[in-house]
């Protein structure tokens, strides 16, 4: 009973995609346009938040007794090769620390933003994985471990399907809820772009342009006169005998 959702996988992160981009271009447009707070954005509604917490209560739960059967399956009991068993051991192992550390991470940081897409997604996909693996240890319980152990896995798992599904609702209205919000964004982000006026520079020409700076002409050197004589050698003065 695999479940596939390739088309809804891909549509939620693009829109977690799209919604982080339009979110921070409108916060810098925001900067010298302010946005016009929207009347029908709404809290988050308590029969949402009440029916998140029903589901992960039901997934903690399940988490719980699931970890407890696991640990009672008694494989070196099973009737197959030691390839198998080993196989199966290492899955045990792996859900064992799903269990314990990453899926309640995940649940606790969906129960703090109940509204998020991406931790919701984040979930989803943690569900999606432990049923595949969850899947192949029942299989081989049931063909080759005791009733009681296969009985108590295979309802382990039926609690965790039911709980996929739910989930998987809830994010494709979660994906509705978020698409609308992203149309009310666009809006937003093209009214507050048309509201910027565009950059005007300013030229002032009302100032002559400045003078060139006029260089002055060397003073012309003095010429002596053409029909002026010579000047003579001065006469050396007699001397007495």
Do not use: C
């Not at 339009?22 to 346009?33: D, E």
């Not at 509201?195 to 050197?221: C, M």
């Amino acid at each position: 009973m695999h479940h596939s959702m390739p088309k809804m996988k891909t549509s939620l992160i693009s829109d977690v995609s799209l919604l982080l981009l339009l979110t921070s271009s409108i916060l810098a447009v925001a900067q010298t346009a302010p946005l016009q707070q929207s009347p029908d954005q709404q809290p988050v509604s308590y029969a949402s938040v009440t029916r998140l917490n029903d589901i992960l209560n039901q997934v903690e739960q399940t988490a719980q007794s699931a970890q407890v059967d696991l640990a009672r399956l008694r494989i070196d009991k099973w009737k197959t090769d030691s390839n198998s068993k080993r196989q199966a051991q290492s899955n045990i192992e792996a859900l064992s620390r799903n269990l314990k550390t990453a899926l309640p991470e995940v649940i606790t940081q969906l129960r703090n933003s109940p509204e998020d897409l991406f931790a919701t997604f984040k979930l989803y996909r943690n569900l999606d994985a432990l049923y595949d693996v969850f899947g192949s240890v029942v299989e081989l319980s049931g063909a080759f471990g005791s009733r009681d152990e296969y009985k108590s896995l295979a309802a382990d798992m039926d609690t965790f399907e039911k709980a996929r599904r739910d989930l998987a609702e809830r994010t494709e209205k979660l994906a509705v809820t978020k698409e609308a919000e992203l149309s009310q964004l666009r809006a937003q982000l093209k009214a507050a772009q048309a509201a910027v006026p565009p950059k005007k520079i300013v030229v002032d020409d009302t100032q002559p342009p400045p003078k060139k700076p006029v260089k002055k002409k060397a003073a012309p050197k003095a010429k002596q006169p053409a029909n002026q004589p010579p000047p003579q050698p001065p006469q050396n003065p007699q001397t007495l005998q």
